[in-house]
């Protein structure tokens, strides 16, 4: 087991080489800003898992009961601000002529930070869907002032996030596969690799002859396919710089 200085070094030296960088985050590194992660103790909201109340059939079911989840989690992410991890990856991205940040996250800390060129893989908590119409809108509205929200059309308002069992918006899949199978390195933060189709981005990388570096506070399921330097985001992304 190399030593995590040694590791934390390999890392800055092959990210201050690095022509193409690709970024991949999950829930992990919103957590110095005070969001719970999806399966650690935070991730429980009441009775339920997240995999049981983000499904197009829990909506159907009982749309009110899953916009309070959604409610509760905008209302815990409104007070959140963005953490060193997140300045870290903006700081990156200046330095790195080609960069792209591929997240899981639906809080929209990365923007707020500053952050580009982000790919939002799984949407965004910020927004909302028509169910009927399909008009995208923002809404920031903190409470959700009706419940559960409507559209001017009068068909209900749905998270414009992607559920298990939903398909990826297949632009923003197309564009994070092909950045992580040409990259030179990428750095896959905060996640446990438990959700497909973002956890095949970092065999992507390898099998494109990347350099794939885990930052992570402890070993997830596909460790074994990269250098892992173990810690915080907060505190091991501002040391790659
Ligand atoms: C699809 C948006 C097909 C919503 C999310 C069996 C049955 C049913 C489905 C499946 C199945 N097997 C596989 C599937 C497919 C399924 C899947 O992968 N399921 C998993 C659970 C097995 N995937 C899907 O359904 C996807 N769609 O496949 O569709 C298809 C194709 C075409 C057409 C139609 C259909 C859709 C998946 C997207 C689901 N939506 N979120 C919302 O947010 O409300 S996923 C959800 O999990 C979040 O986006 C989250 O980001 C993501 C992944 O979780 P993580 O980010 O990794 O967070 P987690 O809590 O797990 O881990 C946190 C990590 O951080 C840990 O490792 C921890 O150690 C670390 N950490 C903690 N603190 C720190 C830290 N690291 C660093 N620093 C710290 N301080
Ligand atoms: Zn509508």
């Known amino acids: 087991m190399n030593s995590a200085v040694d590791t934390i070094s390999v890392a800055r030296s092959a990210l201050a080489?690095?022509?193409s960088a690709v970024v991949l985050t999950g829930a992990g590194v919103s957590?110095?800003?005070?969001?719970?992660?999806?399966?650690?103790?935070?991730?429980?909201?009441?009775?339920f898992r997240a995999e049981e109340?983000?499904?197009?059939?829990a909506f159907e079911r009982?749309?009110?009961?899953?916009?309070e989840w959604y409610d509760w989690r905008r209302q815990r992410i409104a007070q959140a601000k963005p953490n060193p991890g997140h300045h870290a990856l903006v700081e990156l991205e200046r330095r790195i002529s080609e960069f792209l940040l591929v997240t899981q996250n639906v809080d929209g800390l990365h923007a707020d930070a500053g952050s580009?060129?982000?790919v939002e893989l799984h949407g965004?908590?910020?927004?909302?869907?028509?169910?009927?119409?399909?008009?995208?809108?923002?809404n920031r509205e903190v409470p959700m002032k009706s419940m559960p929200p409507r559209c001017r059309c009068g068909a209900l308002l749905r998270p414009d996030v992607v559920w298990f069992g939903e398909g990826l918006p297949p632009g923003a899949l197309?564009?994070?596969?092909?950045?992580?199978?040409?990259?030179?390195?990428?750095?896959?933060?905060?996640?446990?690799?438990?959700?497909?189709p973002a956890?095949?981005?970092?065999?992507?990388?390898?099998?494109?002859?990347?350099?794939?570096?885990?930052?992570?506070?402890?070993p997830s399921d596909l460790s074994l396919y990269y250098t892992l330097l173990q810690g915080k985001a907060g505190e091991v992304l501002p040391a790659l710089l």
């Open 116 to 118: 580009r060129e982000i």
């Open 124 to 138: 965004s908590i910020w927004r909302t869907q028509c169910v009927g119409c399909l008009e995208v809108r923002n």
């Open 17 to 19: 080489e690095a022509r």
């Open 174 to 196: 197309n564009r994070a596969t092909r950045a992580s199978q040409k990259c030179d390195v990428m750095l896959i933060v905060g996640t446990s690799s438990v959700v497909y």
């Open 199 to 218: 956890a095949s981005l970092g065999p992507a990388a390898v099998h494109g002859g990347a350099q794939v570096f885990e930052i992570n506070t402890e």
């Open 53 to 57: 109340l983000a499904t197009p059939f």
């Open 31 to 47: 957590v110095e800003s005070g969001v719970p992660t999806f399966r650690g103790a935070g991730g429980l909201w009441k009775t």
């Open 62 to 67: 009982d749309p009110k009961l899953v916009w």
